[in-house]
C-alpha cells in the first residue's frame, strides 16, 4: 500500500478512537466546575431527610393509630436515619375518644402515641402533633372534620392532651391546629368557625404555659396550598387567603403563631418560586404579613405536606415509574432553598389502603401487601434518594450549572473528610404550562382573561405544541413572551424526556488521595434498589478531577469523594526501620 494511504488510514483510525473513547458534545450538555476552596454556608435544614410518618390507613393491630405507619417501616427508617430530625404525624382526638368504649384499646393506642413521641424526642428530634379529629359531641354534627360547636369542651379535651404530652412528659412536640381546613373534605366550616377552633387551642396552650412556663409551639393552618382559603381563592389575591387571615386574626388576639405550615403538592419543582402581583414568591409575601402584623419576620415557614403529584391518587411516577418522583426531590428541594423556605416535609412514609385493602394513595416511600399475615413491605426508589440527602456534608457550595438549566441541577456539600455531590435530572411534563402558571399573577387582568380564553378553546396545547403561530394570537407583548418561553421549554421537555443529556464534572484543589464512588437512581429499579456504589475507584489529583457522565431522564447521580486513609504498611515499615535501629533482647521484660 502507498505510504500515503497507509497515513490516511492511520488518522482515520485513531479519529474514530478518540470519538469512540469520549462522548461526542450535544445539544444540551453542562459543566459543572467546583472549586474545593471555595466559600460554604452550613448546609440549611431543607436538605434534611425530614418526614410525614403517615401511612397505611388501615391497621390490623388494635391500638395502633389508624394512619400512622407500620412500626416495622418506622424501625427500618430509624435504623438508617435515626429521629434527630423533624416529622410529623396526625394526633387523631375523633379516635382517641372513640377507642374509650374500650379501656384497654384507649390504653394501648396513646401508649403508641406515646412510643413514637418518647423515640423521636429521645433522638433530638422535633414531632409536629397535626391536632385533627373533633370528638363526638363536641361538633356541630357527628362528623371528625365538624367544627367545634362546644367551644369550652373542645378546649378542656384539648388542654388535657397538651397538658400530658408536653408538661408532664416533656416531649418536644410543636402543635399544627388541624390539617387543610380550607377543604371541606377535612372540615366542615367555615374560615372563621377555623380561626375560633385556632383560637381555642391557642388559649390552652397560653394557659399552660402560664401555669408550668414550659414553652409549647402552636401553628398552622396547614391549608392546601399557601394562597388558598375555603372560597377556592387564588394565586391573583393572595391577601384572601386563610394565611393572611389567621397572620392577622393572631395579632389582633394576642394569640401564638410560632410557625406557618401549608401543603405543596404538584409536579412542579419549582412551585415555591410562584411570583406574586407583589412581584415577589409567596414565601417573601408571607414574611412581609409576619412583619407589618408584629410578629417574628424569620418565623419558621413550613411545607408540612409535599410529593411529586400530577392530580391522581394513584400515580405511575411513584410507582412502576418510581425513579420520576426519586428525581423530583432533589430538585423541589434546592428550589425550596433558593425560594427562602425553612422546613420541609415530604409526604409520606407508607402508601394508604382503603378497608378493603386495595390502595387509594400511593404516596409513600414504603408500598407493602395488605394480604400478607405478617409484614411484608418494600421500599421504593425515593428511598435511596434520602439515603443520598443523609449522605450529604455538612458545608455547602454555591455553585451552579453552565449554562443554567430548567431541568437538571447539582447540589454540592462538604465535610471534614469528604465531598458529595448531587446531580439531578428531573424533567417536569408540565413544563410549559407550569411556566405559564409561575407567572400568572403578574399580568395584567385583560392579559388573564386571553390566557383564559385560549385555555377554553383549547388554543393554548396548540401553541406549547407550536401548530399555533404566536403571531397569530392577540396579546400584549409580555404575555407573548412567557407564552413563547412556555412553548421553548416544552419542546425542551419534549426532547430530554426520552434522551440522556451529557455533563462535565470538575473539582479542583482537591490536593489529596482519595476514594471515589458513584451511586445512581435511574428507571433501570424502582422497587426495593438496594443503596450501594455502582462505580468505585482511587483518584490522585494534584490539580483537579474531572469526569464526563451521561444523565438519563428522571435520574439522580451521587459522587462521593472521601480522603484516602495513610498506607497501614508505610506505618508497618517505619515500625520496621525504628526497631532495626534500636534492637531489643529477648530477656527484656
Avoid at 401553628?219 to 393572611?244: A, C, M, R, V
Avoid at 462521593?560 to 486513609?565: A, D, G, N, Q
Wanted: glycine residues 6%; hydrophobic residues 40%.
Amino acid at each position: 500500500m502507498h505510504p500515503a494511504k497507509i497515513k490516511i488510514l492511520i488518522f482515520i483510525l485513531l479519529s474514530c478512537l478518540l470519538l469512540w473513547e469520549v462522548p461526542s458534545a450535544q445539544e444540551g450538555d453542562l459543566e459543572f466546575i467546583l472549586d474545593a476552596n471555595s466559600k460554604t454556608i452550613p448546609l440549611p435544614r431543607i436538605f434534611r431527610p425530614n418526614i410525614d410518618l403517615s401511612g397505611r390507613g388501615v391497621y390490623l393491630q388494635s391500638g395502633w393509630p389508624k394512619d400512622l405507619a407500620a412500626p416495622e417501616v418506622l424501625d427500618i427508617w430509624q435504623q438508617d436515619f435515626g429521629f434527630n430530625g423533624i416529622y410529623r404525624l396526625q394526633y387523631n382526638l375523633w379516635e382517641i375518644h372513640e377507642a374509650a368504649k374500650t379501656k384497654e384499646q384507649q390504653g394501648a393506642l396513646l401508649s403508641n402515641y406515646d412510643a413514637i413521641f418518647k423515640r423521636i424526642t429521645d433522638s433530638g428530634g422535633v414531632i409536629i402533633v397535626d391536632i385533627f379529629g373533633m370528638p363526638a359531641g363536641l361538633g356541630k354534627v357527628l362528623d371528625k372534620i365538624s367544627a367545634p360547636r362546644n367551644l369550652k369542651g373542645f378546649k378542656e379535651y384539648v388542654k388535657g392532651a397538651i397538658r400530658a404530652l408536653s408538661c408532664e412528659k416533656r416531649y418536644n412536640i410543636w402543635y399544627e391546629a388541624w390539617n387543610a381546613p380550607d377543604r371541606e373534605d377535612f372540615f366542615l366550616g367555615r374560615k372563621q368557625e377555623y380561626l375560633n377552633l385556632y383560637r381555642t387551642i391557642a388559649e390552652a396552650v397560653q394557659e399552660l404555659r402560664a401555669e408550668t412556663k414550659v414553652h409549647i409551639p402552636l401553628g398552622g393552618p396547614g391549608s392546601s396550598s399557601w394562597f388558598q382559603s375555603g372560597d377556592l381563592n387564588t394565586i391573583i389575591t393572595p391577601e384572601k387567603s386563610l394565611i393572611y387571615s389567621l397572620i392577622k386574626f393572631c395579632s389582633r388576639y394576642r394569640l401564638p403563631l410560632d410557625f406557618i405550615t401549608w401543603h405543596g403538592y404538584s409536579s412542579d419543582p419549582q412551585i415555591e418560586k410562584e411570583i406574586t402581583r407583589y412581584k415577589k414568591n409567596g414565601i417573601a409575601l408571607i414574611r412581609e404579613w409576619l412583619s407589618y402584623f408584629h410578629f417574628e419576620r424569620n418565623t419558621p415557614l413550613i411545607v408540612d405536606e409535599w410529593d411529586c403529584d400530577d392530580g391522581i391518587n394513584v400515580s405511575p411516577g411513584r410507582q412502576e415509574k418510581a425513579h420520576i418522583a426519586a428525581s423530583f426531590i432533589p430538585a423541589r428541594l434546592k428550589n425550596m432553598h433558593e425560594a427562602g423556605l425553612d422546613y420541609q416535609l415530604y409526604f409520606c412514609l407508607e402508601d394508604f389502603h382503603d378497608q378493603k385493602g386495595a390502595i387509594a394513595k400511593n404516596s409513600g416511600i414504603f408500598s407493602f401487601d395488605h394480604e400478607a399475615s405478617k409484614y411484608k413491605g418494600n421500599p421504593r426508589v425515593i428511598y435511596n434518594t434520602f439515603q443520598m440527602l443523609n449522605r450529604l456534608g455538612s458545608d455547602l457550595f454555591a455553585g451552579a450549572l453552565k449554562p443554567e438549566d430548567e431541568f437538571a441541577g447539582v447540589i454540592s456539600t462538604k465535610a471534614q473528610d469528604y465531598f458529595a455531590v448531587i446531580v439531578y435530572n428531573y424533567i417536569d411534563p408540565n413544563a410549559g404550562k407550569n411556566y405559564i402558571f409561575r407567572n400568572i399573577a403578574g399580568l395584567s387582568g385583560g392579559s388573564r382573561n386571553i390566557l383564559l380564553r385560549l385555555i377554553k378553546l383549547n388554543r393554548l396545547e396548540k401553541i406549547l405544541s407550536g401548530e399555533t403561530d404566536l403571531a397569530r394570537v392577540h396579546a400584549d407583548k409580555k404575555l407573548k413572551a412567557i407564552l413563547k418561553k412556555a412553548h421553548e421549554l416544552n419542546l425542551q421537555a419534549r426532547k430530554f424526556m426520552v434522551n440522556p443529556r451529557n455533563i462535565k464534572i470538575v473539582i479542583r484543589n482537591l490536593k489529596e488521595k482519595y476514594l471515589y464512588q458513584r451511586y445512581k437512581i435511574d428507571s433501570s429499579c424502582v422497587l426495593d434498589c438496594k443503596f450501594f456504589p455502582l462505580e468505585e475507584k482511587e483518584i490522585d489529583t494534584p490539580e483537579s478531577y474531572q469526569e464526563i457522565l451521561a444523565l438519563n431522564p428522571y435520574s439522580v447521580n451521587m459522587i462521593i469523594l472521601k480522603k484516602k486513609p495513610p498506607e497501614p504498611q508505610v506505618i508497618a515499615a517505619a515500625e520496621e526501620e525504628k526497631s532495626a535501629a534500636h534492637p531489643v533482647s529477648n530477656t527484656t521484660n
